[in-house]
C-alpha cells in the first residue's frame, strides 16, 4: 500500500507530538523554570526524532506530509530551545543566527532544486552530526547549572563549526544540482535558427 499521501501514519504522529510539546518545554523552562523536566522533554523530543526516521525508512511509512513535517518540529524545537538558552546565555545567539541563516538558504535553494528537477536532496551525515552536536550543547546548558563561560563558549563552538560545515555541504550540493540541471536543460534546449 502506497503511503506517500497517508497523513496518519506513525512517524507523522510522533512529529505532530514533538511540534505539540514545543509550548509545554516553553512553559517548563521560563516560566516554572523547571529546567530537569525542560531537558528531560527536550530528550524525549530528539528520541522520537530518531524513532519516526527509524521507523519510516524500516517500515515503508515515508509520506509527503513526513517530509514536510518532520524538519519543521525538528527546526522548531531547535530555534525554540535556543531562544529560551538565551535568557541564561547570551552566546547562544550566534548557533540561532546560523541555524536561521542556514535553514534559510537550505529552504530557497532546497524548493529550486525540488521544483526544477523533481530531486529532494536527503539528510546526510554532517547534518545529522550537526544535529547532534546541538542538541548535546543544548541539553548539557539546561543539566549543568554552573558551566563555566569558557566551557559554554567552546560547546557553542564546536557547535558552531559543525552547523557551518553541514550549511557548505548542503549549499554545495544544492547549488550543484540546480547547476547542473541548467546545464541539462540548456544542453537539451533547441537550437535556435
Wanted: glycine residues 6%; neutral net charge; contains cysteine.
Amino acid at each position: 500500500m502506497d503511503t506517500k499521501k497517508k497523513i496518519l501514519t506513525l512517524p507523522n504522529v510522533l512529529s505532530m507530538i514533538r511540534i505539540a510539546m514545543i509550548p509545554v518545554i516553553v512553559w517548563l523552562y521560563v516560566v516554572e523554570k523547571d529546567y530537569s523536566w525542560a531537558g528531560g522533554l527536550l530528550i524525549f523530543s530528539g528520541v522520537t526524532d530518531v524513532a519516526d526516521g527509524f521507523i519510516a525508512r524500516h517500515f515503508h511509512m515515508i509520506s509527503d506530509l513526513g517530509k514536510v513535517l518532520d524538519p519543521i518540529a525538528d527546526k522548531l524545537t531547535q530555534a525554540t530551545m535556543l531562544v529560551c538558552l538565551l535568557m541564561r546565555f547570551p552566546l547562544m545567539a550566534l548557533p540561532l543566527a546560523m541555524m536561521v541563516l542556514k535553514e534559510t538558504f537550505m529552504s530557497v535553494t532546497g524548493l529550486l532544486v525540488i521544483r526544477r528537477t523533481g530531486v529532494v536532496i536527503s539528510a546526510d551525515w554532517h547534518g545529522k552530526a550537526a544535529t547532534v552536536l546541538l542538541y548535546a550543547t543544548m541539553v548539557l546548558h539546561i543539566f549543568w547549572e554552573d558551566i563555566s563561560e569558557a566551557q559554554s563558549a567552546l560547546f557553542i563552538g564546536a557547535t558552531m563549526v559543525m552547523i557551518a560545515i553541514s550549511f557548505f555541504l548542503y549549499g554545495r550540493d544544492n547549488v550543484n544540482a540546480l547547476k547542473k540541471e541548467k546545464a541539462e536543460r540548456e544542453q537539451n534546449a533547441p537550437a535556435e535558427t
